[in-house]
């Protein structure tokens, strides 16, 4: 069974910071691209980051120059480091990652529960 663990979001004021973090833990040999998406009331999911195995990151154009994805192999975690924050961040971010149990069997994609994020005065 894996599970990805998010941790970190709370309430920050408009030009905060704030650090999420996003662990797998459970049985799976190999941990493929990993991300974070977001969604705010009445909004659809849309895509924030990606980091691929090989550290390559992609990023929305909301977002660019404000956010940094990174990730940590050894602790099979991803975080999002968001900084300059604006009131239209506000959103439940979600952690996404392809995880596979077995070198024999394709990636499987896995959701993160969600993690509030508020930016209010």
């Known amino acids: 069974q894996v599970q990805l663990v998010e941790g970190g979001g709370g309430l920050v004021q408009p030009g905060g910071s704030l650090r999420l973090s996003c662990a797998a833990s459970?049985?799976?040999?190999?941990?493929?691209?990993m991300g974070w998406y977001r969604q705010a009331p009445g909004k659809q999911r849309e895509l924030v980051a990606t980091?691929?195995?090989?550290?390559?990151?992609n990023y929305a154009d909301s977002i660019k120059g404000r956010f940094t994805i990174s990730r940590d192999s050894a602790k099979n975690t991803v975080y999002l480091q968001m900084n300059s924050l604006k009131p239209e961040d506000t959103a439940v971010y979600y952690c996404?990652?392809?995880?596979?149990?077995?070198?024999?069997?394709?990636?499987?994609?896995?959701w993160g529960q969600g993690t509030q994020v508020t930016v209010s005065a």
């Open positions: 459970g049985s799976f040999v190999s941990i493929g691209a």
């Open positions: 980091i691929t195995s090989g550290g390559s990151a």
């Open positions: 996404n990652a392809n995880l596979t149990s077995s070198w024999y069997r394709p990636y499987t994609n896995y």
